[in-house]
Each structure stands twice: as structure tokens, then as C-alpha cells.
């Protein structure tokens, strides 16, 4: 299993949200951080 790498759940996260990706076709470490990643741009952040 690889490492996954911050940098690239940012980039994965901006091509799913352009729509040139989807969750389903993301390499198999990625889905599940890209989602949180993406859930938290959208949800507000408690202050």
C-alpha cells in the first residue's frame, strides 16, 4: 500500500471538483482522503 501524498489528495480534489475526475477512478490509496478533503472545503470550520 502506498503512501499517500498530501499534495496530491489537493491536486485529485481539484480535478474531481473541475469534473476531469471522479472518486470512482481515483487511484485506490485516494478516494476516501480526497472526499474528507473535499467535505472540508465545505463544511464550515468551528471556531
Not at 496530491?8 to 472518486?23: I, N, P, T
Request: glycine share 2%; hydrophobic share 45%; proline share 11%.
Amino acid at each position: 500500500m502506498a503512501d499517500v501524498l498530501d499534495y496530491m489528495v489537493k491536486v485529485y480534489a481539484f480535478l474531481v471538483k473541475v469534473g476531469r475526475r471522479d472518486l470512482n477512478t481515483l487511484p485506490a490509496d485516494y478516494p476516501i482522503p480526497v472526499a474528507e478533503y473535499l467535505a472540508s472545503q465545505v463544511e464550515p470550520q468551528p471556531q
